[in-house]
C-alpha cells in the first residue's frame, strides 16, 4: 500500500512497490558510480602513491636518460590503476545489488519492521532510500538507513531531505531509539545531508580491511538518537 509522505518541489515521496524494481536498482547503480572517479583521485593523493609513481619516473629517467619512455610507462600505471579501482568498485556496486536490492519487497517487508521509500516525478522514480532494523537489535531498537540517492537532476530541491525526513517519522513511529547510517569520506553531500537533519558523526574508522587502509578509505557512522514521545 502506498504511504504518502509528502509533495513539494515537483516530487512526491511514497512507498515502494515491485515495479519500481528496475528503476531502483538502476538509480543505485548509477549513483554509486559518480564515487568511481573520485575513488581515483582520492589514491592518486595518497603519500605511498604519489611517492611510488614519482620514484619509478625518475628512476626510468635516470637509467634511460630519456624521458618518452618513463612518460609512457607513468602513463600505463595510471591507467592500470584507474581499471583496477573501477573494477573494484562496480564490484562492490554489484555486491551491493545481490543484497538487499536483489528483492527489494523481501528486503524491507513490513513483517521485517523495514522500509523502503521512492520519491517520484513526473511517473519516474528520482530518489530512493530503505530503513531496516539494524543485526542484533528488535524492531524498536536501532534503525539503519541505506541505500539513499537522488537522481543527479533532482538534487537540490530537498529530495534527500524529505527522504531522511521519511526515516526519522517511520522510527519515531516504530518506537525506535535510534537512527544510525554509514558514510564513505567521499560523499561530501550526504554528509552535509545528515548533519543538516540532525545527525551526530561518530569518529571515523578506515574500511576494516587490507585494501580500505591501503587506500586510507574512511568511514563514518552518522546517528540521530530519538527521545520517547519524539
Ligand atoms: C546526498 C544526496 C542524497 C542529497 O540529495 P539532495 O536531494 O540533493 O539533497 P537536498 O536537496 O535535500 O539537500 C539537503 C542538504 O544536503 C546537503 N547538500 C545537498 N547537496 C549538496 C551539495 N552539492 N554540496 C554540499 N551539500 C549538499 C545540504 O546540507 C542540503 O541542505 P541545504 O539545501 O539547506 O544546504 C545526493 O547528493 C546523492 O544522491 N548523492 C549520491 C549518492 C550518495 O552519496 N548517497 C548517500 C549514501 S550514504
Redesign the pocket.
Known amino acids: 500500500m502506498a504511504w504518502e509522505v509528502g509533495e513539494a518541489g515537483g516530487f512526491m515521496l511514497r512507498e515502494f512497490q515491485p515495479g519500481d524494481a528496475d528503476a531502483v536498482r538502476e538509480l543505485f547503480a548509477e ?2 558510480s ?2 568511481g572517479p573520485a575513488l581515483c583521485t582520492h589514491m592518486l593523493q595518497q603519500p605511498w602513491v604519489m611517492l611510488t609513481l614519482t620514484g619509478t619516473f625518475l628512476l626510468l629517467v635516470a637509467t634511460v636518460h630519456s624521458l618518452l619512455l618513463p612518460a609512457l610507462v607513468l602513463a600505463l600505471l595510471l591507467a592500470a590503476g584507474h581499471l583496477v579501482l573501477s573494477q573494484v568498485w562496480a564490484l562492490y556496486i554489484r555486491r551491493c545489488l545481490s543484497e538487499d536490492l536483489k528483492d527489494i519487497g523481501e528486503a524491507y517487508a513490513q513483517h521485517r519492521n523495514a522500509r523502503f521509500w521512492v520519491a517520484e516525478a513526473g511517473g519516474q522514480v528520482v ?1 530512493m532510500v530503505g530503513a531496516r532494523p539494524e543485526e542484533g537489535h528488535g524492531p524498536s531498537g536501532v534503525l539503519v538507513l541505506k541505500r ?3 537522481r543527479r537532476d ?10 531522511g525526513r521519511a526515516v526519522l517519522a517511520f522510527a519515531c513511529e516504530q518506537g525506535c531509539r535510534a537512527v544510525v ?3 564513505h569520506s567521499l ?4 554528509r ?2 545528515y ?2 537533519l540532525g545527525f551526530c558523526p561518530e569518529a571515523a574508522q578506515p574500511l576494516p580491511t587490507f585494501y580500505g587502509r591501503l587506500a586510507d578509505f574512511m568511514l563514518t557512522r552518522y546517528r540521530y538518537d530519538l527521545a520517547p514521545g519524539d
Open positions: 549513483g554509486m559518480e564515487y530518489g539513499m540517492v537522488v533532482y538534487r537540490g530541491r530537498g529530495v534527500g531531505r524529505a527522504l547510517l554509514v558514510t560523499q561530501r553531500e550526504a552535509n545531508l548533519l543538516s
